[in-house]
């Protein structure tokens, strides 16, 4: 049977993911769609077989055709929709980040395990990059044996207007912490951040580019080079290094041409390009999962481990200290 999703925030990430289930996936369809502005929201519904607007997601989560919800609202709204969502025992794909910060993460942590199951994938979307799931494959199997250091790169043409130093952090480094924590299977003990003279492209006031150094309870160190007004295109490359060898993805995409005297191909313009696929492949596995009566991926477990590292990161970039991150001890739903 066709699931019904209520998408709440219709946003840039909200709209494409109506998008998305409306004519790029199967097995789904959109039901309700929720924004704090009626007249978007009303045009948005109007246009879609079968779908009723709502302001308030509560009512979009009690329309008798809504199954699972899709959270797409900013960061700070998650936390109140997610427990909506659990009261409904409804299934969730929840954009990230899981909340704001760890004691909010915490508190849903909490609210998930009274239900007793799992009932959210968070969306990490790199996980279900073809790439990246090449290099996670090549690193399980052992390959090119034990992982020693990770060298992330993140580049992003520009920032929207008011990014912050920690936005920086937690919009754009939360990938990197989550792919580090999944690739190595090891958690985030420390982080440092190093921040040279920024770029004349940064709006004033943001530390831009910034480099980052993780320390894992494995042993491991990562680097990632942060730089969010690069100017030229959208580029997120990763290295492992590893005891028999190195494996990298993210380098080049597409055509490799050669001409008027130069050879090299495009850079992607955005992450929305760079990751359709991606998103596609993330929303696709949510469904089938859900109609299987089952959730997989990225669990709140990760959402709130990576929202720790986040505030540590913060804290890091304003002392210059190294910063130890605090977690809970991993409960059994999530072992
Ligand atoms: C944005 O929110 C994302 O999630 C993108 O993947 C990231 O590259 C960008 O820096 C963030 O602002």
């Not at 979009?60 to 109140?80: F, K, R, T």
């Not at 990014?163 to 919009?171: C, P, S």
């Not at 469904?287 to 709140?300: F, K, L, M």
């Not at 970039?317 to 991993?330: D, F, H, K, N, S």
Request: proline fraction near 6%; hydrophobic fraction near 40%.
């Amino acid at each position: 049977e066709t699931l019904g999703v209520a998408v709440i925030g219709t946003g840039r990430m909200g709209a494409d993911h109506v998008r998305r289930i409306n004519e790029v996936i199967s097995g789904a369809r959109v039901a309700a769609v929720v924004d704090i502005d009626p007249a978007r929201v009303k045009h948005l519904a109007d246009g879609i077989e079968g779908c009723t607007a709502y302001t308030d997601p509560a009512a979009a989560m009690d329309d008798p055709g809504v199954d699972a919800v899709l959270i797409a609202s900013p960061g700070p709204a998650h936390e109140a929709a997610l427990l909506d969502a659990f009261a409904r025992d409804l299934p969730v794909l929840c954009e990230k980040p899981l909340t704001p910060d760890a004691a909010s993460a915490l508190r849903v942590l909490e609210a998930e395990q009274a239900l007793g199951h799992r009932r959210v994938q968070v969306g990490f979307m790199r996980r279900y990059d073809a790439d990246y799931r090449t290099l996670k494959s090549l690193l399980d199997q052992g390959t090119y044996g034990r992982p020693l250091m990770l060298h992330n790169k993140h580049r992003n043409p520009g920032s929207p207007p008011g990014f912050t130093n920690a936005m920086m952090v937690n919009d754009s480094l939360v990938h990197e912490i989550d792919v580090t924590r999944w690739l190595l299977a090891e958690e985030i003990t420390a982080v440092r951040v190093l921040r040279p003279a920024p770029t004349g492209n940064a709006p004033e006031g943001l530390s831009d580019p910034q480099l980052i150094l993780f320390e894992t309870a494995g042993g491991q160190v990562v680097d990632t080079e942060l730089f969010v007004n690069c100017g030229f295109g959208y580029q997120v490359s990763c290295e492992a290094v590893c005891e028999g060898g190195t494996a990298r993805i993210g380098d080049d995409h597409g055509v490799f041409s050669n001409t008027a005297g130069h050879w090299g191909g495009a850079i992607t313009p955005g992450f929305v390009e760079r990751f359709e696929e991606a998103y596609d492949r993330q929303v696709q596995r949510w469904v089938n999962a859900t109609r299987r009566g089952e959730i997989e991926g990225p669990s709140c477990w990760d959402g709130y481990a990576a929202a720790a590292v986040c505030e540590a990161g913060v804290r890091a970039q304003t002392t210059g200290e190294q910063v130890a991150v605090e977690l809970i001890e991993r409960p059994a739903l999530y072992r």
